[in-house]
């Protein structure tokens, strides 16, 4: 998969610019603040309808203006396709080859993208949520019937939640079996789900980590829950959640299901967000987004594209260059402040930005 080029107009600090993009190794080089995380942020805005750094969409407008734009062309193995977003304070529109889309459904899987960043030691070091959300991301990329369930889960157990909170307790005892029932066949989908992905991700993760670390440290990746169908989940969790009544209406809140699971990383194997250093938590959380990567080649049938935001500081030059040796294949978008040829070992597509434009010089390469 290789992103042809990137169009933005009124974009973050972007007035409007367009970005052309090779095959390999693209560098979004420049000063700090002028731009260059905006354009990645922009890319995996495409590929998941959600920006890696808010969850306001008017965030992303340009300020005095009333609407943002981003468009891409993108060529995967089945040709060339064409994805848009057009954002304004309220509401957007989604476009695929030039027809509108009603759903963020409809979007995923046209551009699969991976995004990395100094903030996603949060992987490691943060709550279950951020766990959570690193596995909601990549598998509703890869299948529209984990995403779709995900939502569906989502807006049922909004629901319970508020009747929880009711006063009648018979009401709600009356109630709940009939939100448990719909609760429970899409939760087991996303527990099967999860589990699968988990399995094929850990023996990947292992890999780039030993790779990584040149074998001084082991990884272990595993699902809090057993691996199960969704048959078997759905009636786990139906069992589970039936056998807490009086717990959940206690709290208000449904304190059980996969919306509380987590991911459990391991390094020489202690939990790694306990005990592991931020140099651990650093080289773990890479190491889970290279396997990413590699379930995307599996599943998809190609390689996605690869974003890495502010990476290369972060790390030594040993692992700045085991990082590339990785990604043989790989579209990768790379922001840094420098660009010199020692971190990188080959030739590169180099964009300088300054001020929210490309400074352009004559010489691309």
Not at 55 to 73: C, N, P, T, V
Not at 111 to 116: C, P, R, S, T, Y
Not at 295 to 311: K, S
């Amino acid at each position: 998969m290789r992103i042809k080029n990137l169009r933005l107009k009124n974009f973050r600090n972007y007035a409007e610019e367009e970005f052309v993009f090779d095959e390999g190794v693209n560098v979004l080089y420049g000063r700090n603040a002028q731009g260059k995380t905006n354009c990645a942020e922009a890319v995996f805005y495409l590929c998941t309808g959600t920006s890696p750094r808010t969850h306001k969409d008017r965030q992303l407008i340009r300020a005095g203006q009333e609407s943002a734009f981003i468009g891409a062309d993108v060529g995967n193995r089945f040709g060339t396709v064409r994805v848009e977003a057009e954002i304004f304070e309220s509401a957007r529109t989604l476009r695929v080859n030039g027809g509108k889309i009603s759903r963020n459904a409809e979007l995923l899987g046209n551009v699969n993208g991976v995004f990395f960043s100094p903030e996603e030691l949060r992987l490691i070091q943060g709550g279950p949520d951020e766990r959570r959300r690193f596995l909601n991301v990549s598998l509703s990329q890869m299948s529209k019937s984990y995403y779709t369930a995900l939502i569906r889960y989502n807006r049922i157990l909004e629901q319970r939640n508020a009747l929880l909170k009711e006063r009648d307790a018979g009401l709600v005892l009356e109630t709940l079996p009939v939100w448990d029932a719909e609760l429970c066949r899409y939760g087991g989908e996303i527990v099967a789900r999860r589990g699968e992905f988990v399995r094929s991700l850990a023996p990947y993760a292992a890999e780039k980590h030993a790779f990584l670390t040149d074998g001084a440290e082991a990884l272990e990746v595993r699902a809090e829950r057993r691996e199960q169908t969704a048959a078997e989940a759905e009636k786990a969790l139906y069992a589970e959640l039936s056998s807490n009544y009086e717990r959940d209406m206690r709290l208000g809140f449904t304190a059980a299901g996969p919306h509380r699971d987590d991911l459990k990383i391991f390094i020489n194997g202690d939990e790694a967000r306990v005990y592991g250093s931020q140099g651990q938590a650093r080289t773990a959380a890479l190491a889970l987004k290279l396997a990413e990567v590699e379930i995307f080649r599996a599943v998809a049938g190609e390689a996605p594209v690869l974003i890495l935001d502010d990476v290369m500081s972060e790390l030594d030059l040993s692992r700045r260059r085991k990082l590339l040796q990785q990604m043989e294949g790989v579209q990768i978008i790379l922001t840094c402040t420098h660009t010199e040829k020692v971190l990188f070992g080959r030739q590169v597509n180099k964009i300088r930005i300054r001020g929210g434009a490309i400074v352009r010089t004559g010489g691309a390469k």
